[in-house]
């Protein structure tokens, strides 16, 4: 099974059917996903990344953002992952990652030991992780 830690941008472009602005590789992922054979984590920095793309009237989300997020981790494909000390900590020697959002996300993706779904390969090179795009 193929697990990787989901951006925001990513997952975004992957909810509002822009599936071509996301590279071929992480496209592949998505498909696997959605056939039951991956995982995709989401940190919880995330869903609230995404939760203000809503308030702010960027994105629009079925049934709203609440039923969304209540959707999205009711199946057996997505996983949230909470913010955790030991997130923060790792994100603590990113700062080369100019933005905090980033910085956060490139931890989680280190900090479990697995890919990072992104277009930006700097932020997954400064956490050395695999980026997947």
């Known amino acids: 099974m193929s697990v990787a830690v989901v951006d925001t941008h990513t997952l975004i ?6 599936r071509k602005r996301i590279g071929k590789r992480a496209v592949r992922l998505l498909d696997r996903v959605q056939q039951g054979a991956g ?6 920095f995330v869903l609230a ?3 203000e793309a809503v308030h702010r009237g960027r994105l629009t ?3 709203g953002f609440d039923a969304w997020v209540e959707a999205l981790l009711a199946t057996s494909t ?3 992952v909470d913010l955790t000390v ?3 900590r790792r994100a603590q020697t990113l ?9 956060l996300i490139a931890a989680t993706a280190a900090e479990l030991g697995h890919p990072l779904l992104t277009r930006d390969p700097e932020i997954g090179a400064a956490a050395g992780v695999e980026v997947i795009w």
């Open 39 to 44: 995982l995709l984590l989401v940190p919880t």
């Open 78 to 80: 997505y996983a949230a």
């Open 86 to 88: 030991p997130i923060i």
């Open 61 to 63: 989300l079925e049934g």
């Open 49 to 51: 990344e995404i939760g």
């Open 13 to 18: 472009w992957a909810i509002s059917g822009q």
């Open 95 to 103: 700062f080369s990652i100019a933005e905090r959002g980033d910085r």
